[in-house]
């Protein structure tokens, strides 16, 4: 009997060392009851070590029950980082995958559908890994300046909306109207069910 290469401890749970080779270089474990796991561990268990020049690459998929698995990377590890912690619970309901989170990876596309959460870990060289890990770096970089782009501008529109509706009963007193309020949020809303991305224009405001 073979001795587990991968471990997984989800947060509450035991450990679990049951990852299934699914390709040449490709293990896959499952989550069950995954709904309110918000963090796990990865990790090699130390009875077998990457070959020299290998590492891993950790992804995630929270699978669709009426479509292949949607794999999103975490992240690396490797013999110099044998264990690393992610958060997957704001990874669960994304359904868009980065182009570089395909690469190394087709080989679980294959996997059935599930109806739980999947770990997929799979072995590349250090120049992979070290290539994927720098794009997702740059992902990360790029999705937290769109978010500050995005609240800076829903910001300046609501302080452009506001302020055109400021009432002034005395000199040293002004105050908005709640209903302005609400009309502006109402809009917004519309505008992002619409459009996500309506923001983006340079004549928003």
């Keep these: 009997m073979s001795l587990p290469m991968f471990g997984l401890l989800a947060s509450g749970r035991m450990v679990q060392t049951n ?16 709904d309110n796991i918000n963090h796990v561990v990865v990790f090699l268990t130390g009875n077998v ?3 020299d020049g290998f590492s891993g690459l950790v992804y995630f998929s929270w699978p669709d029950p009426n479509a292949p698995p949607n794999w999103q990377l975490l992240g690396v590890i490797s013999n110099d980082k044998p264990s690393c912690i992610f958060k997957i619970s704001g990874l669960k309901k994304n359904n868009e995958v980065p182009t570089l989170q395909q690469s190394g990876f087709m080989a679980f596309q294959q996997h059935k559908i599930s109806h739980v959460a999947q770990i997929g870990i799979s072995v590349e060289t250090n120049d992979t890994v070290l290539t994927q890990s720098q794009l997702l770096s740059t992902e990360i970089a790029k999705n937290q300046t769109q978010f500050v782009e995005y609240a800076q501008k829903m910001l300046q529109s609501f302080l452009n909306y506001s302020t ?11 105050y908005v109207p709640m209903k302005v309020v609400e009309e ?22």
Excluded: C, H, M
């Design 49 to 51: 070590p990457f070959p």
């Design 164 to 174: 055109s509706f400021v009432i002034t009963p005395t000199p040293n007193e002004a």
């Design 184 to 205: 502006w949020y109402k809009n917004f809303e519309r505008k992002l069910s619409l459009n996500p991305y309506f923001w983006k224009d340079v004549s928003f405001s």
């Design 19 to 34: 990852y299934e080779r699914v390709g040449e270089k490709q293990f896959l474990v499952t989550i069950e009851d995954a």
